[in-house]
């Protein structure tokens, strides 16, 4: 059985830091691109930020500098450091892990059941 386990949400302080992990199991996690998205009230879900299998990261501009993804292929789990958070950072955050898996390109994904992120004063 697949599962992908947010933790780590919460309230912070605007200019705080919260620290998320998404715990893997029910397939090979090594293989797999993971990935951070989020949704706040009223938005469509937006990629936060992806580290592939081989450990090269992207993310998206309004979190660059601020916000770190990190694997650990021996204890399946994946990270999100958010350092520096701004209100606008508030949303319920969601862990992916993706991968092709076929000569078409077909991707298969599969996602966490997300982690409230809140930052206010």
């Known amino acids: 059985q697949v599962q992908l386990v947010e933790s780590g949400g919460g309230l912070a302080q605007p200019g705080g830091s919260l620290r998320l992990s998404c715990v893997a199991s029910?397939?090979?996690?090594?293989?797999?691109?993971m990935a951070w998205y989020r949704q706040a009230p009223g938005n469509q879900r937006e990629l936060v930020a992806v580290?592939?299998?081989?450990?090269?990261?992207n993310y998206a501009d309004s979190v660059k500098g601020r916000f770190t993804i990190s694997r650990d292929n021996v204890k399946n789990t994946a990270y999100l450091q958010m350092n520096s958070l701004k209100p606008e950072d508030t949303a319920v955050y969601y862990c992916?892990?993706?991968?092709?898996?076929?000569?078409?390109?077909?991707?298969?994904?599969?996602w966490g059941q997300g982690t409230q992120v809140t930052v206010s004063s």
């Open positions: 992916n892990a993706g991968r092709i898996v076929n000569v078409e390109g077909a991707r298969r994904d599969y």
């Open positions: 580290i592939s299998s081989s450990g090269s990261t």
């Open positions: 029910g397939f090979t996690f090594r293989f797999d691109d």
